[in-house]
Structure formats: C-alpha cells, structure tokens
C-alpha cells in the first residue's frame, strides 16, 4: 500500500513536471499559472503545494534537477590538471561528457535558456554554480590576473559558446562542437592560470 501511494505520488509530480514544461513552451513561463499547471496536470491544488511554493518554487526544482546532472560531471573535472597545463585530454572527457549531458537533454536547456524569464535565471544559477565549484576547488587563487577577470572571461566564454550552441538548436554533435570550445576556450586557459 505505502509504495502504491508512493508511485501516485511520483507519478502525480512527473505530471507536474511535465504539464510545466508544456506550458512553458506554449505560453512563456511569466504567462503560466498555477491553475493552469494544476488543470493541465490533471493533480488536486494540494498535491501541487505539497511539492512546490508555487511556479517560481516548481522552476527552480525542474533547473536544480538538470543542475545535478552537470555538477556530477563538473565534480569530476580534473582542476589541478587544467591549471596546470591548460585543456588535457581528461579535461576534454568530462568536457564532452558535459556536452553530452546538455545534448541529451537539449529541450529542457533549449527552453530555460530561450524563454525571456527562464533565460536570464538560468544563465546566472550556472554562473554562480561554476563560482561555487572553483571556490570548493581552491581555483580562485590560481590565477595569473585578476580574479574579476579571470572569471568574467572564462564563465562569460564558455556560457556564451554553450547557450549559443543550445539556441542554435545543437546543430553540432557533442563530438563536433568540443573541437570548437576546445579551439576557443584552449586559448584562454593556456593564459589565465599561473
């Protein structure tokens, strides 16, 4: 019985999720509502407060949930190794896992990073997580300029290649555009590290 009622209410959250992101599609997240979540989702009012605030609570979970995914593989960038000697070959495996991970999820990160509102949240949750990250992994006090602008160069390079990739709807395979970052971004990391 208590795993019955478990699956319900998994399944009832997936159809949040999933009626979310429908809505969000159509309309534009600032035009969803919660009634509208609520309806679509086919859930009462109360299951939809016993996971989420309301639509700002219910996105942050669907973006934390896709952050996960990218700090797993982030974890496992070999920092030590870049600072060093710029982009190795271990660095371009979790790289390419990286992209693959954005790739195969590519419609979430096409729309949280297409929509007006969704864009601009999403961009700088994933600033402040890659700050977070080089802070747990004592990057800060590697680098040959200014932090300022050691980060605003690398997370600005880097974000804007990535979204541009996603906005262009991944014409490129994970495989196709590693050649392109690491081109780009090879450059200035060969200069930003002591």
Known sequence: M??????????????????????IRKKGFLKVTVQEIIDTAQVNK???????LDK??????VEDQLFAGLREIEDDVPFDLVIRS????????????????????????????????CGATFINKNKE????????????N????PQVYAV????????SLIFEWVKNGFR?????????YRKMVGTVLQNVFI
């Open 152 to 159: 605003a160069a690398l997370i600005g390079m880097t974000n």
């Open 129 to 140: 997580a890659i700050m977070k990250l080089w802070k747990d992994k004592n990057v800060y």
């Open 2 to 23: 208590v795993k019955q009622n478990q699956r319900g209410l998994r399944k009832a959250q997936k159809a949040i999720i999933d009626a979310f992101i429908n809505l």
């Open 56 to 61: 700002y609570d219910l996105l942050d979970k």
């Open 142 to 145: 590697k680098f040959a300029v």
């Open 86 to 117: 710029g982009i190795s070959e271990e660095h371009l495996t979790n790289t390419e896992r990286f992209l693959r991970y954005m790739y195969d999820n590519g419609e979430l990160f096409a729309l949280f990073t297409n929509d007006e509102y």
């Open 46 to 52: 109360s299951t939809f407060y016993m996971y989420y």
């Open 172 to 180: 490129e395979t994970p495989e196709d555009f590693l050649v392109i």
